[in-house]
């Protein structure tokens, strides 16, 4: 779906949420690469990200046009600080209370509640949206993201032990919250 602009203010600074747009795409493509890389807490390394602009632009379009989901660009005093997103969590009925959820911003724009301002603003638009339950995936050791997610109502659920294996041999553990709306 697409976000129609709101405004918030943060510790004296303006937070802007919106839909993303074509001319975005390239810069939603270095985020990715540069959010990647700058924590151990993402589900990739920078260097797998390849996607083009003409990929970007096709899943700006249909992030916008979904009509189980928004993807939701976030900026601070208007510089591009990353982005929230939902989905549905597959297609089949029984599955259609269930939404997903992702977040990720850049390092210079966390620990200031960035987060949980637009984190609890995606959670009621999911609520808003029909869905019963939010979900998420967080990685072992990311204690910031895990905090914040109990903060507004996750819990952990289970664990996929040893679901990522870095490029130094070690491992973390896939934590699986939900949060019932
Ligand atoms: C995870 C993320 C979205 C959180 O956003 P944020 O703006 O940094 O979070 P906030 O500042 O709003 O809140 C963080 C909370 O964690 C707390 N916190 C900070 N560091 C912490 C730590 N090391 N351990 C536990 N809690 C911590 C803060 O005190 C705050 O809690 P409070 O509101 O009760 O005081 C952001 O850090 C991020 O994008 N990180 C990089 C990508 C990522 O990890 N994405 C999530 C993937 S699941």
């Not at 070690?170 to 699986?176: A, K, Q, V």
């Amino acid at each position: 779906m697409f976000f129609e602009e709101e405004n918030y203010e943060l510790d004296g600074h303006t937070v802007t949420l919106r839909a993303p747009k074509p001319e975005d795409a390239e810069i939603l493509i270095e985020y990715l690469k540069t959010v990647c890389d700058e924590t151990p807490f993402l589900s990739q390394y920078g260097d797998e990200v390849k996607l083009t602009v003409e990929d970007e632009l096709k899943f700006i379009e249909r992030r916008n046009e979904s009509e189980t989901g928004y993807l939701i660009l976030v900026f601070e005093d208007g510089e591009f600080a990353g982005n929230m997103s939902f989905e549905r969590v597959g297609t089949s009925r029984r599955a259609q209370h269930r939404a997903s959820i992702g977040i990720a911003y850049f390092q210079k724009n966390t620990g200031h509640g960035l987060g949980k301002l637009t984190l609890k603003r995606l959670l009621k638009l999911i609520k808003d949206s029909g869905y019963e339950q939010a979900e998420l995936t967080v990685l072992e050791g990311n204690e910031r993201a895990k905090h914040l997610y109990e903060s507004l109502g996750f819990k952990e659920i289970g664990r996929i032990s040893k679901a990522n294996k870095y490029d130094d041999g070690t491992f973390r553990d896939d934590i699986l919250m939900v949060a019932e709306l």
